[in-house]
């Protein structure tokens, strides 16, 4: 992990009616590091995210990408800056073929005429294309042109994180990747998160599973009623303060100094 800061957010605001969401929101990620975002329901997790992927745009605050400063106005404006994200439902299309999701929305085409005139896709660079990212991620399938319906819920979880590591320049954003999993299919999908770091991306993830947060995460954001309160340490503090934290029941200023990140 380096400390070289590759996504930025500083008082981001956002309201719905009288309801506040984001209420100043300030975020940071480094390169090379899983970030952790906690936060009790209503904490602002969500909105922030949405912020951040391009598919909210915030009333106030600024979001810097490797220190410029951009303005999302939907998610395919994220995408061109080179944030991915993976979302909690599992955003894959069952019915189509592994290298198929791979690239969805940003399909290959044959090279001259076939390509350029009759729009035919090359599904051959697109199949050997996808193998070499799940190689790449150590996923283990059987063949590319193999339905997605036929994959385990571990697996589909990690062609869909496999399909955003490969297209993302800085940042992958994972919305509760390991919810809906079984223990041997989470651990394994953690596994996944790490090689994605690993490749030098920063990797964001939202998560209610805490011991899963302190496994793998590099910092916590911790966010309460639409501001971060802390950034912590996961080697130096405690699960039980960083959920009292979370909740409100102390403060970051109540913490020995060296928990905070």
Known sequence: MSNEVILEATGLVKRYGHVTALDGMDFSLRAGEVLAVIGDNGAGKSSLIKALSGALVPDEGTIRVDGRAVDFRAPMDARRAGIETVYQELAVAPAMTIAENL???RELRRPGVAGRLLRMLDHTRMREESARYLQELEIGVRSMS?????????????????RSAAFARHVVIMDEPTAALGVKEGSQVLALIRRVRDRGLGVVLISHNMPHVFEIA????????????????PRSVNMSDAVAVMTGARTPETLDPAVLA
Do not use: C, E, M, P
């Not at 339905?147 to 994180?161: C, E, F, I, M």
């Not at 590099?218 to 340490?233: E, K, M, P, T, Y």
């Open 146 to 162: 193999q339905a997605v319906s036929t994959l385990s819920g571990g697996q589909r979880q990690a062609v869909a994180v496999a």
């Open 103 to 105: 690239f969805l929305g």
């Open 218 to 233: 590099d910092r916590i954001h911790v966010a309460r009623l639409g501001r971060r309160v802390a950034v912590l340490n």
